[in-house]
């Protein structure tokens, strides 16, 4: 099947240098709207959707390959190979951070750079040497839930994650990002997310890494974040004022700018 419908790939600008946006779980490209074409004046912009996600090929979704993070990775590859890409700049969030990491260590000649927004290695606890911000029995509750209530789980994540209590909008569309995803798949890459372990891997960058932490973000806490700075070969902490999970939802001007800055100063 054509890579460009079955990711449902999104290009804007053309610009000498390219820019891939990859979407966080539970959401799709539109996540990125309000960051991503700020940058079309300069760069290739490009967003897609992982098979399983968004206007995605739902019909391509494979339970065996998308069992591990690799077949996302394999996904972004995929989309890259498809535009020719070389030396592009990827923007993962949250759990696209670490898909991107596995996908340039299989062809770094891909990437230039790599910008992760809200990042994670590990979601479990793995006391008294890694805090990841949840127990395996949290983990096992809210996969549970999304199986006997996905409406519930829902409504119950979208405000958890979202934080910006004042900004109600924010969470009702991340609720909608979440409640519009297919029950089943979305289950599936929930238990990939959160049950993964990229910690072995990240001495395997090699490309220079931009970590965005945002603040109050129960999701990926601050431990998550000085982690991969010590961990990441190459590595640049940003800590943002943002709160919660999605700052290019809540705080785009900051999001943008923070990025901008780190590529105008390479």
Request: aromatic share 10%; hydrophobic share 40%.
């Amino acid at each position: 099947m054509d890579i460009l419908k079955r990711n449902h790939v999104t290009v804007l600008g053309s610009g000498d240098r390219t820019m891939v946006f990859g979407h966080g779980f539970g959401c799709d490209q539109e996540m990125w709207r309000l960051v991503a074409p700020r940058f079309a004046g300069r760069f290739r912009v490009v967003l897609f959707d992982y098979v399983g996600s968004g206007r995605s090929a739902l019909d391509q979704y494979d339970p065996a390959k998308y069992a591990h993070l690799n077949g996302y990775a394999s996904d972004l590859l995929d989309v890259m190979d498809a535009l020719q890409l070389k030396d592009a700049v990827f923007v993962g969030h949250s759990v696209s951070s670490m898909i991107g990491a596995l996908a340039s260590i299989r062809r770094p000649d891909y990437f230039s750079r790599i910008i992760m927004v809200g990042p994670s290695p590990r979601y479990l606890n793995d006391l008294p040497d890694y805090y990841g911000g949840f127990d395996r029995e949290d983990i096992d509750e809210l996969l549970e839930m999304m199986q006997l209530n996905f409406s519930g789980w829902a409504s119950y994540m979208a405000p958890a994650a979202m934080k910006n209590t004042e900004r109600a909008e924010l969470a009702k569309e991340l609720e909608r990002q979440f409640a519009s995803r297919d029950p089943r798949i979305a289950r599936q890459f929930a238990e990939v997310t959160f049950y993964c372990d990229c910690r072995d891997i990240l001495s395997e960058v090699t490309v220079p890494t931009l970590i965005l932490q945002c603040s109050e973000d129960s999701i990926a806490p601050i431990e998550v974040g000085d982690f991969l700075h010590r961990n990441l070969h190459d590595s640049t902490l940003n800590r943002m004022t943002a709160k919660g999970h999605y700052p290019q939802l809540s705080q785009p001007d900051e999001t943008f700018s923070l990025i901008a800055e780190y590529l105008t100063v390479l």
